[in-house]
T-cell receptor
């Protein structure tokens, strides 16, 4: 059974700081997604990482994937208040197209 | 880009009544639709997977007679919560999957049963 561990579950940080969210998973997968969720809203797609060593960046967010280590990271650079949200990683299961979800990281960025 | 229209956005219903949630893929055909529920401050929990023209596959612990899923066409999937009770109150999200294109999420439905 594929398990996805995301940490930290809660992160409070100051604007301007850098931090990383980690997503570990237990079995082989070659595709991983990162999503953002604002309170009361649905999921917003941030990144899809398709291969080992994949790195994608959008603004202050950068995601990477190491399939050998079964680890993905979401790095936040010089955080701003607008990035406050809950971030989820989700690992793709090609046997049934399902996504296995991490528990989510609630990120609060203080001005 | 691909859009999945989910309605209603929120609904309040009396205990014992049924509620239907619709997810419609606009401008594309969704071969597979996933239905999730999400409790406050928790992750998404997969309820069922539906493919057009076939019966939905429910996850363990999800009552298929209570949560009726219909995927009658490649652009429409519905979830009906039958005889709703307060414990069914939750945020329900659909997600359409297309091979090579990935996932498109609906905007979610906030169900409150009183």
């Amino acid at each position: 059974e594929l398990k996805v561990e995301q940490n930290p579950l809660f992160l409070s940080m100051q604007e301007g700081k850098n931090y990383t969210i980690y997503c570990n998973y237990s079995t082989t997968s070659d595709r991983l997604y990162w999503y953002r969720q604002d309170p009361g809203k649905s999921l917003e797609s941030l990144f899809v990482l398709l291969s080992n060593g994949a790195v994608k960046q959008e603004g202050r967010l950068m995601a990477s994937l190491d399939t050998k280590a079964r680890l993905s990271t979401l790095h936040i650079t010089a955080a701003v208040h607008d990035l406050s949200a809950t971030y989820f990683c989700a690992v793709y299961m090609d046997s049934n197209y399902q996504l296995i979800w991490g528990a989510g990281t609630k990120l609060i960025i203080k001005p | 880009g691909a859009v999945v229209s989910q309605h209603p956005s929120w609904v309040i219903c009396k205990s014992g009544t049924s509620v239907k949630i619709e997810c419609r893929s606009l401008d594309f055909q969704a071969t597979t639709m996933f239905w999730y529920r999400q409790f406050p401050k928790q992750s998404l929990m997969l309820m069922a997977t539906s493919n057009e023209g076939s019966k939905a596959t429910y996850e363990q612990g999800v009552e298929k007679d209570k949560f009726l899923i219909n995927h009658a066409s490649l652009t429409l999937s519905t979830l009906t919560v039958t005889s709703a009770h307060p414990e069914d109150s939750s945020f329900y999200i659909c997600s359409a999957y297309r091979e090579f294109s990935g996932y498109t999420f609906g905007s979610g439905t906030r169900l409150t049963v009183v």
